[in-house]
Antibody
């Protein structure tokens, strides 16, 4: 069955960096676009970034553009989110989600990133 | 960027009620709209896509309608499992955006 499992969250100081990973299984990873979506504590969902199936195009929310980089390794069935220059307001649960015809049909359980001094 | 606005933010209802949640887009998104359900501590779950198509496995009491800028999610007869937060999401452009959510609570 389709599974996406995030890892790499933790506590980091403002200005620091963190790399999240999302391991995919149960589907042909190299055929689907993938997104990262985050949710700050007690808040709603915020789309963060999207990457096409082959990595040829990437899109970012304005709130993270220039600081976060989405990438993928299709040989390892893994999605990444490199987060630099982290801010307190980046504190959130980060979900990776598989796309099918641009809708988010499978989500992981999320990994918590806390930015705090 | 396309802004999505949901109403109401909170909805109190009873088991068996028919409820409707509205989502408005700041510009036309055709039918490129999805609805998700999220329960506390869990990942969102896709319910409806392309405004009105039910995702496989989702009960038929859920339905969606609308196009352009105004959309609705209707639950025909609330079940205990339906009390959750619901989000709309546009995917007309690759800069996706979500509504702020509607918390459906037990009256």
């Amino acid at each position: 069955q389709v599974q996406v499992v995030e890892s790499g969250g933790g506590v980091v100081q403002p200005g620091g960096s963190l790399r999240l990973s999302c391991a995919a299984s149960g589907f042909t990873f190299s055929s689907y676009g993938m997104s990262w979506v985050r949710q700050a504590p007690g808040k709603g969902l915020e789309w963060v970034a999207f990457i096409r199936y082959d990595g040829s195009n990437k899109y970012y929310a304005d709130s993270v553009k220039g600081r976060f980089t989405i990438s993928r390794d299709n040989s390892k069935n893994t999605l990444y989110l490199q987060m630099n220059s982290l801010r307190v307001e980046d504190t959130a649960v980060y979900y990776c989600a598989k796309e099918y015809l641009r809708r988010l049909d499978y989500w992981g359980q999320g990994t918590l990133v806390t930015v705090s001094s | 960027d396309i802004q999505m606005t949901q109403s109401p933010s909170t909805l109190s209802a009873s088991v068996g009620d028919r409820v409707t949640i509205t989502c408005r887009a700041s510009q036309s998104i055709s039918s490129w709209l999805a609805w998700y359900q999220q329960k506390p501590g869990k990942a969102p779950k896709l319910l409806i896509y392309k405004a009105s198509t039910l995702q496989s496995g989702v009960p038929s009491r859920f339905s969606g309608s609308g196009s352009g800028t105004e959309f609705t999610l209707t639950i025909s007869s609330l079940q205990p499992d339906d009390f959750a937060t619901y989000y709309c999401q546009q995917y007309s452009s690759y800069l996706y955006s979500f509504g702020q959510g509607t918390n459906l609570e037990i009256k």
